[in-house]
């Protein structure tokens, strides 16, 4: 298609049926009938970019010489004029039009694509099972759309930050109601309709779960999160049921409290003080903690304090009390805020990102983050500080959490 018009004007050459008449002042083209049809079969099949085909505008060389766009008269003769604002307006509106219309060569949903020299078999079915954003790149013309909606990881997004916070003190609080067993059967359901979600959502045919996602979520979402990446949220429920599976119950509501509370405040006070130079961490110690701050870290410890402290002084200690007395009880809930900020802290900033293709088979775009690692950090951490100050691991917290 490539080359269909040079070679028509070659056979109109040969045919001796073009007769040019230059003008280097009106730079205009006089053919003859037969030259003028092969002229139009040529134009018709060139492959171009964004011209005039079909009644489309093109811009391609092969075409306008440079830029121009041509026009063909009824007398048989090509004019070219300079392209005008609003025809690059025009050819922006169909490249966004043609990006959002699939193309003719794509497959079906369910055809099985042909597999090249440079793809192997597996790829093929996984690519043909996820479709093309499997890899992490964004296919759905509906993630695109949101995409260009919502704020990056830059942004404050207070609203994002109270969803955060009361979705994570609201699995705290049922996992210190329900059973342990029932808790982590149900909360590995939902991580798995989650990853089922995030995997199926970027294929052609799947935009329906894009629209669901943000009329249910909306601004909460992040940019890069419609963007080929996975929300928050599977990682969100996969690091709760991890952790209520490996801890005991007490430790486990503190950590996942600690991702309540310690994550989105880290993150504001952070953001807060991003300008505080001498506070910053930029490249950070082989990648752990980059681009995050130590005030941003200290402020999500300190705000974590008083919720700790009000958790923990109304436990159910039995006749004895509290071990240690009103000192340990300060001494735990400061080291349970700096163990879930610190663990904030390590994840760096932007997320590591496992490679696309793992010996040539495409995997998920899965990465580090906070909401699987606070969590799971932060609990291991509390069963450390319950054995360093001598309080029984199996100590029940107050069924209301803070009341």
């Known amino acids: 298609m490539f080359f269909s018009r040079p070679l028509l004007l070659l056979v109109a050459v040969s045919l001796n049926e073009v007769s040019l008449a230059i003008d280097p002042w ?37 075409l306008s010489g440079g830029g121009d766009v041509e026009s063909v008269s009824p007398s048989g003769e090509i004019s070219t004029t300079e392209v005008s604002d609003a025809n690059e307006e025009a050819v922006e509106q169909q490249d966004i039009n043609e990006a959002e219309q699939p193309k003719e060569e794509e497959l079906e949903d369910g055809e099985a694509p042909a597999v090249t020299d440079n793809d192997s078999p597996a790829q093929s079915s996984l690519e043909n099972l996820f479709g093309e954003g499997f890899g992490g790149h964004c296919v759905d013309s509906t993630a695109k759309k949101y995409a260009k909606k919502l704020k990056n990881r830059n942004n404050l997004n207070i609203q994002r930050k109270v969803t955060h916070c009361m979705f994570g003190l609201f699995f705290a609080g049922l996992n210190t109601i329900i059973p342990r067993k029932t808790f982590v059967t149900g909360t590995a359901g939902i991580t798995a309709f989650s990853l089922t979600v995030e995997l199926l959502r970027y294929r052609r045919g799947f935009g329906w779960m894009n629209n669901a996602m943000h009329f249910f979520l909306g601004n909460t979402l992040r940019k890069h999160e419609m963007e080929g990446k996975f929300t928050g949220s599977f990682y969100f429920f996969f690091g709760v049921t991890l952790t209520a599976y490996a801890f005991p119950k007490s430790a486990a509501t503190l950590g996942i409290c600690q991702l309540a509370l ?72 400061l080291s349970l805020g700096l163990a879930g900020a610190l663990a904030d802290l390590a994840v760096p900033t932007p997320a590591v990102c496992m490679p696309k293709t793992v010996l040539g088979v495409p995997v998920p775009p899965f990465h580090i983050d906070d909401n699987f690692v606070v969590p799971i950090l932060s609990g291991y951490a509390c069963t450390k500080i319950f054995t360093w100050l001598a309080w029984p691991s199996s100590l029940e917290l107050s069924k209301r959490i803070f009341f």
């Open 26 to 62: 009106n730079k205009q083209i006089s053919v003859s009938p037969l030259s003028r049809s092969l002229l139009s079969t040529s134009r018709r099949s060139a492959d171009c970019s964004g011209g005039v085909i079909n009644n489309k505008l093109c811009s391609s060389p092969l």
């Open 262 to 333: 310690a994550d989105p405040s880290a993150s504001f006070f952070g953001a807060r003080t991003r300008h505080v130079y001498w506070s910053r961490i930029e490249g950070g110690l082989g990648g752990l903690g980059r681009n995050k701050g130590i005030l941003g870290f200290l402020g999500g410890a300190l705000f974590c304090f008083p919720f700790n402290y009000r958790m923990l002084s109304i436990a159910k200690w039995g006749a004895e009390g509290i071990p240690g007395g009103r000192q340990s009880l300060i001494l735990a809930s």
